[in-house]
């Protein structure tokens, strides 16, 4: 049909990529996956930071059981808040790239980590601002509201939003990655980061904190380790994986769209009657 074709000839001139049916307006393009696999890349590098960062700090302190001082401490803080919004870009490309039929697993997801990035953002921001500006001394409870000593208002509010909002959106994310192969890898990669995540919550059941650094090992360690795998998965040339069809109303409407168009196309090409 003349009116699809011609659909289908922009649509290659604007770098859109897309594996549907001639007619269907595709969701993923060039710039959605140039941004996705940056964000992803970038994910990868602060998280690398960020270990090697928190390992330093456990060498200054003395061991893992002390807490983590400056400057360890702060350029902790300044990585978390560089990250958060990345992590929201990169679910944000998530829901671009995942096919209709998981639509919906990407979604949910992607409001968990918006949650996770507002409680996070706004926990550590204070930390690094009034916490660090209000006298300890003549404040009574300081530790119980500032401090990363269990238990406190900041860390329950930091847990709250890792453990169990990124962790819980770490497990819907994973369905958005079918098939084989990489996809395959990744959906591992992240359904294991989400429940290691959400285990840390045991450490607030038992009031151990040792316990909640499983969390940590999930969200820091593997879904670090899997963010190159992503990147490499949004480098590729098709849209999303197998199941990646339009739904059936979709291809319908299209087909209904060029069909009265071509209509219209040849009824403008007869001569009107004199």
């Not at 039929?101 to 926990?123: E, N």
């Not at 395959?184 to 359904?191: C, D, K, P, Q, S």
């Not at 009031?207 to 090992?217: C, E, H, T, Y």
Request: aromatic share 10%; net charge positive.
């Amino acid at each position: 049909m003349l009116a699809s074709t011609v659909s289908q000839s922009r649509a290659r001139a604007n770098g859109v990529q897309s594996s549907a049916p001639s007619g269907v307006p595709p969701a993923w393009t060039r710039t959605d996956r140039l941004l996705a696999r940056a964000t992803a890349w970038a994910l990868f590098g602060l998280g690398l930071l960020y270990i090697l960062t928190t390992t330093a700090g456990f060498v200054i302190a003395g061991g893992l059981q002390a807490p983590i001082v400056d400057p360890a401490f702060a350029l902790m803080e300044l990585l978390i808040l560089v990250e958060a919004p990345l992590i929201v870009m990169l679910f944000v490309s998530l829901h671009r790239y995942a096919a209709p039929s998981r639509k919906s697993f990407s979604l949910a997801a992607f409001g968990l980590v918006v949650v996770m990035a507002a409680l996070t953002l706004g926990v550590h921001f204070v930390v690094l601002t009034v916490g660090r500006q209000v006298d300890a001394s003549v404040m009574p409870g300081f530790d119980r509201f500032f401090s990363f000593k269990w238990p406190s208002v900041v860390y329950a509010l930091d847990i709250v939003a890792w453990d169990f909002c990124f962790g819980l959106a770490l497990v819907l994310a994973a369905p958005v990655f079918v098939g084989t192969g990489i996809q395959r890898a990744i959906r591992i990669g992240l359904v294991l980061a989400g429940v290691l995540s959400l285990a840390g919550l045991l450490g607030v059941v038992t009031a151990n904190m040792q316990i909640r650094n499983i969390g940590i090992v999930g969200y820091a360690i593997v879904f670090t380790a899997v963010t190159p795998l992503i990147a490499r998965a949004f480098s590729r040339e098709y849209e999303t994986a197998t199941d990646a069809r339009p739904d059936r109303a979709e291809i319908e409407a299209s087909e209904l769209t060029a069909s009265n168009g071509h209509r219209t196309l040849a009824a403008s090409s007869v001569d009107p009657l004199p």
